[in-house]
């Protein structure tokens, strides 16, 4: 089956087909989906269906769409929805020194470093079909970075299943436990 990723993020894309085995997953742009869905809802899920549904409208084929982020237990459940312009929302004169960075100083002082990674994700088709999934992993924030992979927060998050962060986890580490993989894992059982 032919899934159009309604994603501009490479790591994301690449995710997408390492978990995906057996199907043929091709990025909006290839698909001619050139444009940005702005990212409106107020839940990952909201967000993840804008994005499909406005993909499978204008290529006419199956999307793919997640919305993802990091939730922090002593901040409130924040960044959540705004994770991936965390900086920008709440410190837009410092937004350049990075969404890990703000963080970590967001949390300096913090004795609760409990956190954990959302996905949702939702697939839609042209014929109006629609299904959608959600997975999480556990773990905890770090004082400072650690490990060269991943990408986002991951080489602050400590998780709960390896021991390790995300970014000094191996692909497949990660994508055995990580939350787009439990997500993902989830959607496919509902194919």
């Known amino acids: 089956m032919k899934l159009v990723a309604a994603t501009g993020n490479l790591n994301k894309l690449r995710e997408f087909r390492e978990i995906l085995i057996g199907f043929e997953i091709v990025s909006a742009a290839d698909a001619g989906f050139l444009s940005e869905v702005e990212e409106t809802g107020k839940t990952f899920s909201e967000n993840a269906f804008l994005k499909a549904r406005a993909v499978c409208r204008a290529t006419g084929l199956p999307a793919l769409a997640d919305d993802s982020g990091l ?22 004169a410092d937004w350049r020194a990075g969404n890990r960075a703000f963080l ?17 994700v939702a697939l839609c ?26 990408f986002g927060y991951d ?10 962060t995300f970014a000094e986890a191996s692909e497949e580490e990660k994508n055995r436990v990580s939350h787009r993989g439990r997500a993902l894992a989830a959607l496919k059982e509902l194919l």
């Open 71 to 92: 939730c922090v237990e002593a901040l409130g459940g924040a960044p959540g929805v705004y994770s991936a312009r965390y900086a920008a929302k709440f410190a837009p």
């Open 125 to 150: 088709f042209p014929d109006g079909r629609e299904l959608s999934a959600e997975g999480r992993a556990y773990g905890s924030i770090l004082h400072e970075n650690r490990g060269t992979g991943g």
């Open 104 to 120: 970590l100083r967001q949390m300096e002082g913090i004795e609760n470093r409990r956190a954990w990674f959302t996905c949702a």
């Open 155 to 164: 080489p602050v998050f400590l998780s709960d299943d390896l021991g390790v």
